[in-house]
């Protein structure tokens, strides 16, 4: 499925009113993980409180040891700090990388904003080697902004 055909999809989830924010959460991470193949864990971090670190939310895919994330600490804690995308082609190169699976290749990370403050992110692993394009960083950048108005 494109990324065109998965946005209303998206949207769809997002506005059902009888669901819970988590609940809508976790539909969207099965989404994407269902139907982009190189898409192998997909979930979503949230600022704790007044904290600086990430909470696990929402995900789908294997189970991770990781749900707490200092910040600065791993990609996501690189994006916590930044505000920026971080597209990660080899996580090998990383020194800053905190190993989920040894199966993970690289990984995406885009950031989401609430009234202009970074509350949280998407985190998108791959087994494949550079699996992620600019494409892959609108697409999640969408998906941020329309799981943004559920805040």
Known sequence: MTFEEL???????LHHDYTLRDEKLLQVCHLLK??????????????NGDKEE??????????????????GK???GQVAVSN??????????????IACSITVKSEVVVPLFVD????????????VLDAFS???????EFVNEQVAKLF
């Open 74 to 76: 791993g990609i996501c």
């Open 116 to 127: 202009g403050k970074n509350i949280g992110q998407i985190d998108i692993d791959s087994n």
């Open 7 to 13: 946005k209303p999809k998206v949207i769809d989830i």
């Open 134 to 140: 600019e494409l892959d960083e609108r697409f999640l």
């Open 84 to 97: 920026k995308n971080f597209v990660v082609p080899d996580v090998t190169t990383q020194d800053n990388y």
């Open 34 to 47: 269902d139907n982009i193949d190189y898409y192998d864990w997909v979930g979503f971090y949230f600022r």
């Open 54 to 71: 990430l909470l696990l939310g929402p995900y789908a895919g294997e189970p991770t040891d990781h749900t707490v994330i200092p910040f």
